[in-house]
């Protein structure tokens, strides 16, 4: 199987060297190529950092509502998305995902209890899970609660058809056993 994860975003990251450096080939997908009717990008996985819906960050918002449909069908057809905290209060900043989700931004460290969610564990395994920095919380979401502080959901899983999606508001980079295991989790797919 062939592993390849898209990072979405206007400029490149430190993050996508991180993914490269677990093993996962990466290409940065910009607002413009994503909202593009001709790319055709071939990935196992999307990943959104935190900060896509403040414009003090960057634009991606309208491209990602743009694309909402490309989004929708590239996850049915088997491929992964992994989207961490808007980093604003907005309620529509999650409006291009497959299901609803909405998002309340408070940034503290929490102690986070993931349950039997194993890519909910494999996420923060790095870290000490009695106080890792979120950005936020999600009050209420269409997908199953993965991990939470206390009753706040800060990890939400959801299969959408042959796809995965993890929304998260932990503010650091996913483990490397998860970034292993979720680019190859999918299935590399047109975008």
């Not at 898209?6 to 430190?14: A, D, K, L, R, S």
């Not at 940065?28 to 414009?55: E, K, Q, W």
């Not at 995965?164 to 975008?191: D, M, W």
């Amino acid at each position: 199987m062939s592993c390849r994860a898209g990072f979405v975003w206007e400029t490149p990251q430190h993050f996508v060297r991180y993914i490269e450096d677990c093993g996962i080939p990466c290409e940065l997908v910009t607002p413009y190529m994503l909202a593009a009717p001709y790319f055709r990008g071939s990935f196992s996985c999307l990943i959104f950092p935190t900060g896509f819906a403040n414009p003090a960050y960057c634009r991606l918002l309208p491209a990602l509502r743009a694309s909402s449909d490309r989004i929708r069908n590239f996850v049915e057809n088997g491929g992964n998305l992994l989207v961490f905290g808007a980093a604003i209060d907005r309620s529509d900043a999650y409006d291009w995902l497959p299901f609803p989700v909405t998002y309340r931004h408070e940034v503290f460290p929490r102690k986070i209890a993931c349950g039997s969610s194993e890519l909910g564990m494999a996420l923060v395994e790095d870290y000490d899970p009695s106080c890792i920095e979120c950005d936020g919380s999600f009050p209420s979401h269409g997908g199953s609660t993965a991990g939470s502080c206390g009753d706040s959901p800060v990890i939400v899983e959801k299969t959408v058809g042959k796809g995965t999606v993890i929304v998260t508001s932990v503010h650091e980079y996913p483990s490397r056993s998860f970034v292993k295991k979720f680019c190859c989790l999918g299935t590399q797919t047109l975008f």
